[in-house]
């Protein structure tokens, strides 16, 4: 079987992978090295060294095999009983051999290549491919002979069959572990719950690449050189913002010569500095922040003269501080001490207290102080406030505790949190090692923590979700509780594991399936489920291109838009999808719940009436116009054009993520709806796209995406009701292939709820992808099976995230390496 390729560009919602099936990937950029920065040099070498061996590591071997797929035997499905020449055979050379021979490959493909069934599987990707064109239709084409339904359903469960069966009652392949570098999501919400800093540094790294509809697919997430830099740039960041080493309130304020205010016999000096020439002072008034400790520093020098050195009396309002003498004959003394202020304005000053002067000597004559600047600084300390709140600084050397050990035994405590696993004593040393080397060259003992960070931050440790395997190359095993932990907070939380789930880990409790259970609800309980909620719907429903150019409304045809209108518009359907959340409804409300949340601007768009102000509220919807989220004004705006609505665009967007049943791309040859439209201008646009769907190359997928998107056609391009499209009625009814008829949006849902089970199939492929960071293979279908029929029987949200965590792929790793 030849070895996989991996996707290696951006893709939009309608040019990603299809789940459950082997797609195309695209090479990876190449990595290229470069120099770093020499404060955490040694580590951010080893960076550049790992990324490199993760590369080779684990591109090495992404390609899915058969290995491991187990394969049920003949007589356990009677599609294993069908005859390839006798009744599989005759269906091709009837209905396809005419286009698709050795003779006249058209699209450069023959089915004479594939003798019997067991070949088809050399190229899964194109029988995928024809089988889906059969299933809608679209092959053989609408100008040939044309099979029955019977012939049509037999060729696609055969192909299905050859293709994907695998007997779920036995082990099977759980698919292959890329280790995943954090996106930008979860970088952020790591450094959050992991130092307890409410700091954004990801948002300046670059937009993390998309595959299968989402940015936390590991084979996308590479790490080119800018990313790099950027990683060193934010570790220094969050070291200084997680290890406090000053006063929140820290003041400093210097008050030089020109700045001090005199009393006495004081003159100035062309440096700046002020000579007090007899007894007399300088001062100035400080405003101290806040009750604490303070430095005063200042700077000073004197003309000596007599048998006594200048004596300088440093005085805080009346109280005397120090005498000291200053030293040298015009020599600059700094002069340091500390003192309790108290907050508000306080005077400092500096007295001359022993002038002495005599016209006689020979040499000096004349004893004066100069003074070049008043400096104070402070509170100096850390709050015992502060010190609570850090959560890595809890030992401190004092008391008879060496560097080295405070360094030690705060790195136990954090490693194990920071790498999301448990460590080694050489690892917390290797840390230990950045601390002490700072202490050495005279940072203080907080300054030379913020240097162990920044190592550990940069460590692929902590950047990549790397999960070890103890088991031997080509086998399955089960991961241990830590990844499983790790798993699932990225998962559910896009954060690193609590501690409640790593006590669990340690006590090795957390696979056992009711533990599992508790925890999943408990997770999705929590606040930082809102990460599941932003990340998969905004993702999923493409509700992150509402900010983009993709969509824009002309707002000649549409006033009514604007930038509040559209992040309103992302906010009602963000809320929805985290009500079905955090509310544990079911899955199915998202076909068909009767309520949204609006605020006044969305209610008015809505035509609904006595809803004021800007915050959103629950409202429970009385008529049928609106129900589940293909009818809010997201969905609406996104599947249609600036000037006017779409109904390929919206059926299109029904059949891919609603359905999991992306059409194919059409064919080069066939013309746009533009060529229609011009030559048919008295028409109404569906009567111009009925008749561009005549074209044999079109019909058979429009067939079934423009009856699903006339369904929605009562909304205009940004979500309003409308009966009317220009001088033409709208209408909005619809016929499928299989018979169904529907008239207007309500009974359109009607019909798609009729098919929950493929729509409830759909959202546990792509939660499944989202989960586990890769796209699905046909293996897979045992865990989306166990999930459907828990979802028969309970269709809560908490059943499907409890059923994806609780299978196989979830909880079982293969080792490549």
């Known amino acids: 079987m030849p070895a996989r390729k991996r996707p290696g560009k951006k893709q939009t919602a309608s040019s990603r992978p299809t789940p459950v099936r082997k797609q195309n990937r695209g090479k990876r950029k190449r990595r290229q090295k470069r120099s770093v920065y020499p404060v955490v040099a040694a580590s951010c070498v080893g960076i550049v060294f790992l990324l490199g061996f993760f590369t080779f590591w684990f591109r090495s071997d992404h390609g899915d095999s058969d290995r491991g797929t187990i394969v049920a035997a003949d007589q356990l499905n009677p599609l294993a009983e069908i005859d390839f020449d006798k009744e599989i055979k005759p269906f091709f050379q ?49 100008d040939s002979d044309q099979p029955s339904k019977d012939e049509n359903q037999k060729i696609i469960d055969w192909i299905d069959y050859q293709l994907f069966f695998i007997d779920c009652s036995v082990p099977h392949d759980p698919g292959r572990v890329t280790a995943r570098r954090l996106n930008r999501t979860e970088y952020n919400n790591t450094v959050r ?82 000579a007090i020439v007899s007894r007399g002072r300088v001062y100035h008034q400080f405003n101290l922040p806040e009750n604490g400790t303070y430095r005063l520093i200042i700077k000073a020098s004197a003309d000596q003269a007599g048998d006594e050195l200048a004596k300088m009396e440093l005085k805080l309002d009346e109280r005397v501080l120090k005498v000291q003498e200053i030293q040298g004959h015009k020599e600059e003394n700094l002069v340091e001490l500390e003192f309790e202020g108290s907050a508000g304005k306080q005077t400092l000053s500096a007295a001359f207290i022993n002038d002495f ?13 100069i003074v070049r600047s008043l400096r104070v600084e402070g509170p100096l300390g850390i709050p015992d406030s502060v010190r609570e709140s850090n959560s890595l600084l809890k030992v401190f050397p004092e008391n008879g505790v060496s560097v080295s050990h405070a360094a030690q035994s705060n790195f136990r405590e954090f490693l ?48 990549f979700r790397v999960e070890e395997s103890r088991q031997q190359v080509g086998t399955m095993e089960q991961l241990d509780d830590f990844a499983l932990a790790t798993r699932m907070s990225y998962f559910i939380w896009s954060s690193l594991p609590d501690e409640e789930l790593f006590q669990l880990a340690k006590e090795n409790r957390l696979h056992e399936p009711q533990i599992l259970k508790e925890q999943t609800e408990r997770m999705l309980a929590d606040p930082k489920s809102e990460a599941l909620v932003k990340n998969f719907s905004g993702q999923w429903l493409g509700l992150r291109k509402l900010t983009t150019n993709e969509v824009s409304p002309d707002t000649a045809l549409f006033p009514e838009f604007n930038e509040k209108l559209r992040l309103d518009m992302w906010k009602e359907t963000e809320l929805y999808f985290g009500s079905i959340v955090h509310e544990n409804r079911s899955l199915y409300d998202l076909l068909d719940g009767r309520y949204s949340f609006l605020n006044e601007r969305l209610a008015k768009l809505y035509g609904i009436e006595n809803i004021k102000g800007e915050n959103f509220r629950r409202v429970e919807f009385q008529d049928s116009q609106r129900l589940g989220v293909l009818t809010h004004a997201s969905i609406l705006t996104l599947t249609s054009y600036p000037d006017r609505t779409s109904p390929v665009k919206r059926g299109q967007w029904v059949l891919e993520n609603f359905l999991n049943d992306a059409p194919p791309d059409p064919p080069p040859t066939v013309p746009g709806i533009e060529e229609t439209q011009s030559a048919n201008p008295n028409l109404s646009f569906r009567e111009q796209l009925e008749l561009h769907r005549k074209d044999p190359g079109c019909a058979a997928c429009h067939v079934t995406m423009d009856e699903i998107g006339f369904g929605l056609e009562n909304f205009d391009a940004i979500g309003r009701w409308r009966t009317q499209d220009g001088k033409f009625e709208v209408n909005a009814s619809g016929t499928l292939p299989n018979g169904e008829s529907f008239n207007g949006p309500e009974e359109m849902i009607a019909v798609l709820r009729g098919r929950k089970t493929e729509f409830g199939r759909c959202v546990a492929e792509k939660m499944l992808t989202y989960a586990l960071g890769r796209g699905l293979e046909y293996y897979d279908r045992c865990a989306i099976d166990k999930i459907m029929t828990d979802l028969d029987s309970d269709d809560r949200f908490s059943v499907l995230i409890t059923g994806i965590v609780q299978s196989a792929p979830f909880q079982l790793r293969r080792n490549n390496k």
């Not at 067991?118 to 809608?136: F, H």
Request: charged share 30%; net charge negative.
């Open 193 to 274: 719950d992991l130092l307890n800093v409410d700091f954004r540094p990801a948002d300046d790294f670059p937009s993390d690449d998309v595959g299968y509809g989402f940015d936390n697919i590991g084979d996308v997430l590479s790490v080119p050189p800018l990313l790099i830099e950027k990683y060193l740039t934010a570790a220094e960041q969050v070291a200084e913002k997680a290890i406090i080493t000053q006063h929140p309130k820290y003041f400093s304020k210097r008050a030089f010569g020109k700045e001090l205010k005199e009393e006495g016999a004081v003159s100035s000096r062309g440096d700046g500095s002020k």
């Open 416 to 463: 194990p949190r920071a790498f999301r696993r448990p460590v080694t004593e050489a690892e917390i040393s290797q840390y230990v090692s950045f601390v002490e080397m700072a202490s050495e060259r005279g940072a203080s003992f907080a300054e030379s923590m913020r240097i162990g960070l920044q190592a550990i931050l940069v460590s692929p440790h902590f950047l």
């Open 357 to 369: 002067y005599n016209p006689k000597a020979e040499k000096r004559k004349d004893r004066n102080l």
């Open 94 to 142: 009837k209905y396809c051999l005419d286009c698709h021979s050795e003779d006249f490959q058209e699209g450069d493909f023959s089915f004479d290549r594939y003798p019997d069934g067991d070949s088809i599987k050399r190229d899964r990707e194109i029988w995928t491919k024809v089988q889906q064109l059969v299933r809608l239709g679209a092959m053989p084409p609408a």
